[in-house]
């Protein structure tokens, strides 16, 4: 059986992400172990507020909830890197010795799909580690005990 220890949750704060994001809670919170959320940016956008300060790059409503969630004893916190997205996601999993990537999947098909390509696809075939892929259209429920 598998040990989860480090769970790694990739968000972009889309509702596609959102529904990983719940889905990784809730399995660290069964299995007891720590969510680390990553959020990619890209290495050539800079966010400036007007004040000439870098602006936090995590949704306001993210991190109100993530601290909701730590409150009630869940082990998380958050990591912005500046990358390519699936080379960062498969990077920062192996240096942080993450035991498994938790991410969204828009479950595209076809020519959308070979147009747009898929982050998460491409994450789940090159990974060393166990990929769990939660899809837009995934019915919310429980992780059964």
Same mark, same amino acid.
């Given at each position: 059986m598998i040990q989860l220890?480090? #769970?790694?949750? &990739?968000?972009?704060?889309s509702d596609t992400s959102d529904k990983a *994001? !719940?889905?990784a809670i809730q399995l660290a919170r069964r299995v007891n172990a720590? *969510? !680390?959320?990553l959020h990619i940016q890209a290495p050539d956008v @800079? #966010? *400036? !507020? @007007?004040?000439?300060?870098?602006?936090? &790059?995590?949704?306001?409503?993210?991190?109100? +909830?993530? +601290? /909701?969630?730590?409150k009630k004893g869940l082990m998380a916190d958050v990591k912005v890197v500046s990358g *390519? &997205?699936?080379? /960062? #996601?498969? @990077?920062? /999993?192996?240096?942080?010795f993450a035991d498994l990537i938790v991410m969204g999947s828009h479950g595209r098909t076809g020519l959308m799909r #070979?147009?747009?390509?898929?982050v998460a696809e491409a994450v789940f075939r090159s990974a060393a580690i166990p990929v769990l892929l939660v899809k837009q259209d995934a019915v919310d429920k429980a992780i059964p005990g």
């Open positions: 220890s480090k #769970i790694l949750c &990739p968000t972009d704060y *994001v !719940r889905y720590h *969510v !680390r959320f @800079s #966010i *400036v !507020r @007007s004040g000439g300060e870098d602006e936090n &790059p995590v949704s306001d409503g993210f991190m109100k +909830m993530l +601290m /909701a969630e730590k *390519v &997205p699936t080379e /960062a #996601i498969i @990077s920062h /999993a192996h240096e942080w #070979i147009m747009m390509g898929s």
